[in-house]
């Protein structure tokens, strides 16, 4: 495999000196921020036409820089194995973000650490066997599970730490400006649920630009859309008559064909829910799931199959099957995988449908198949890390 190259020996002692980032929420603080909005850990998965990718981290200390992001990709067949895809060449401690732009073809960006300043790009053709470098975003690419999308047409969206939407026509093209926190907050569609910050960028099943945060009121989740003349307007789920009015985060925005799926926290602390949404019109109408009581428990990573979601919580995992579903609980995490870091451990789409557990513990990732007696360890992945190439 090859992995993300960049001559210039300035760039070439930032690589050197990366380490791991914050993995729960986009930086606040900074000129021009709106407040900190919840968001989730990077590690996630999805399933795409070709297969299913999935990224987590793994390794030692943060504080040696000895943690390193791995991508793990199980191509599509209900007898296919998981195998690493992790493009090679630059260390990977600040996170890695996939998106998936048809067919066999991913592209991965690394979310920069320390002085590292911008964040390159590999785009793989054949589901992460090899990868090619393929250009940069110069700036550093939000720690949200939903900071990088391909629009249907191939096209690339990516939401940068500072809260910026930049956009590029297509993979390995120029990245151009599109939008700020800040001018998003100032539309009306903002300004009426109070946003608070952006956690998602993506795109719906027409090609529409969407853009999505944490609001503190309204009637509706905080997901917009860019209208032809570049002005914002609501495309968000309306929410239950019971939920108006308190904080809605929008956790994790993706598209899987023609359906856009987002899920939603809304309130806070021991009476806050999870809702799930899905919209197949460019988010001009939502359908949602019967609510999810938290009841203090806090969601930490999630993944779309399909019209599913699953979350990881932190007393255990939770699934949704779409619209109008309830929520049901998987079973309990095997022994000694409960106290993992967040980035650690996440649900990922099941071959043969329902979902597997990846979890992984210094250099080795397991996957977790569920069964009538909890989760069997069904496969097992030995990770050669390179402890110390960050420090």
Known sequence: MTGWRRPAA????????????GCGSTRAGGTGQLARPVTLSLATSAGYPDGTW???????????????????????GKQAAWRLATPLGVASNGGIAVTATGGPSLVASLLPSQDLRFSPLARSTDNGAKWAADGLL???????????????D???????????????GHAGGSWTHLATERSVARSAAARSCGLTGLTAAGYSA????????????GSHAGIFARESGGSWVAAGPALPAAMSGRTVDVLQLARSGDTETALLQVGTGRTASLLGAWSTSSGSSWQLSAPYRLAGAQPRSATVAGQALG?????????????????RRLPALPAGTAGLAAGA????????????????RLSKMSVWTAGSAGWARSQVLNVSIPYGSSG
Do not use: K, Y
């Open 206 to 217: 027409s090609g529409t630009v969407l853009l999505a945060g944490s609001c503190s009121r």
């Open 138 to 152: 110069d700036a550093p690419l939000a720690s949200t599970p939903s900071a990088l999308a391909a629009a249907p």
């Open 311 to 327: 979350v990881l919580l932190s007393d255990g995992p939770v699934t949704v099957t779409g619209p109008g579903a309830a929520w």
């Open 345 to 360: 451990v996440t649900l990922a789409p099941g071959p043969a449908g329902g979902f597997q557990l990846l979890t992984t």
């Open 10 to 21: 300035a760039v070439a002692t930032a690589l050197a000196a990366m380490a791991l980032v």
């Open 54 to 76: 999935a990224a987590l981290v793994m390794g030692g200390s943060a504080a040696e820089h000895n943690n390193f992001w791995q991508v793990f990709v199980r191509p599509a």
């Open 154 to 168: 191939g096209g690339l969206i990516a939401l940068t730490r500072d809260g910026v939407a930049e956009v590029a």
